[in-house]
């Protein structure tokens, strides 16, 4: 996180976590539809088509809640060494990872 995110999350002060602060920059509408459907189709191969686990664990809003966005983010861009879970940065931006987890807290789009 930026120290200019830290500050403005502690400048208003709030209990909130600072992943809820954090404003998430949306690609644009192609490249959105591409990340849905690498979700969807290489994400969807372990965790479940509909997301709701396999070899990985489930993705839905209720298992993320409490997993800190910054971890999810990092899990997604570098992987998971020593798990089946591979990195994903040869296919898309630290931001664009940061929009995917996003969407997964809010309930992924079809």
């Known amino acids: 996180m930026s120290a200019t995110k830290l500050v403005f999350a502690l400048f208003l002060g709030s209990t909130a976590t600072i992943a809820s602060v954090q404003a998430v920059a949306s690609p644009d509408a192609a490249r959105q539809r591409e990340l849905v459907h690498l979700v969807r189709q290489d994400c969807g191969s372990c965790h479940g088509m509909t997301l709701q686990g396999g070899l990985g664990p489930a993705l839905l809003p209720a298992n993320l809640k409490d997993k800190p966005m910054e ?4 899990t997604i861009y570098y992987g998971r060494p020593g798990t089946p879970m591979p990195p994903w940065r040869q296919f898309m931006s630290e931001a664009e990872a940061e929009w995917v987890v996003q969407q997964l807290l809010n309930g992924f789009p079809h």
């Open 71 to 74: 971890g999810l983010v990092a």
